[in-house]
């Protein structure tokens, strides 16, 4: 068990991560926004991002679900089987059937999302991930969903809020960083890795050794 909570968690987070931070540096004014927002909240020199400081930090929350809705790190979820004969829609679903959810998909469909295939944070402003019904599914759905949704959230919102507070960011290569294909299988990952340079903004050494 302890095994599958660790590899759940942490290609799922670290992948997130990772297309957030090249959508970022993609689309510098969402950079910039999300920099403001830390600024004024947790502040550059005097102490780090902690948990206490989500609630307050609402971009934070929309970019990393405007990531998921765009490169849901499982795209497909996890298989699921039927375990009763029974009819969706007029489908017939024999007991033992396994099913797939293209949730990459749906999170992308133009008939339910605006401009949907754009980075747009400020489109969870007014919407609440768990309002969104079906449409809206990065962790799945129902009783097999993903036990770790808060933890993952919560995990990939510090570190992502880590990496603005505490450096400047700047493309690498821009081809590497502007070519968002992705690599399909059970995990989307990124399939040219991100690269970047960064530069500290603050005394990072002295931040984190008061950790
Ligand atoms: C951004 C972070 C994460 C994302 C996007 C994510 C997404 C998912 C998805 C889509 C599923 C399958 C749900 C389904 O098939 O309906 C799942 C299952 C699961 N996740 Fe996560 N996850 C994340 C982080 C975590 C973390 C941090 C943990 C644990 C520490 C975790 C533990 C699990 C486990 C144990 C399952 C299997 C649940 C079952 O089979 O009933 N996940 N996750």
Redesign the pocket.
């Known amino acids: ?1 302890k095994q ?3 590899i ?3 290609e ?2 670290s ?2 991560l990772e297309w957030a931070m090249a959508l970022l540096l993609n689309h510098p004014r969402a950079m910039q926004k999300l920099r403001t927002e830390i600024d004024d909240t947790v502040g550059v020199h005097d102490r780090l991002i902690n948990e206490h400081d989500i609630p307050s930090l609402p971009y934070l929350k929309c970019v ?1 679900n405007e990531t ?1 809705r765009l490169y ?3 795209p497909f ?4 089987s039927s375990s009763e004969d029974c009819t969706v829609k007029g489908y017939r679903v024999p007991k033992g059937t396994t099913l797939m ?1 293209n ?1 990459w998909a749906m999170q992308r469909d133009p008939k339910l999302w605006e401009q949907a295939d754009e980075f747009l944070p400020e489109r969870f402003e007014s919407a609440r991930p768990a309002e969104e019904g079906c449409k809206y ?13 808060g ?3 919560g ?2 919102c510090l570190a992502l809020g880590s990496l603005v507070q505490c450096f400047e960011w700047e493309k690498e290569e821009e081809a590497v960083v502007e070519d968002m294909s992705a690599d399909f299988g059970i995990a989307l990952s990124k399939k040219m890795a991100l690269e970047a340079k960064c530069a500290p903004r603050c005394d990072v050494v002295r931040l984190l050794s008061n950790v």
Request: aromatic fraction near 4%; glycine fraction near 12%.
């Open positions: 068990m599958m909570m660790f759940a968690g942490t799922t987070t992948i997130t990393i998921l849901p790190p499982a979820l996890l298989p699921h959810v949730v599914a990065p962790f799945g759905m129902g009783r097999r969903s993903c036990p770790g949704a933890m993952g959230m995990l990939v």
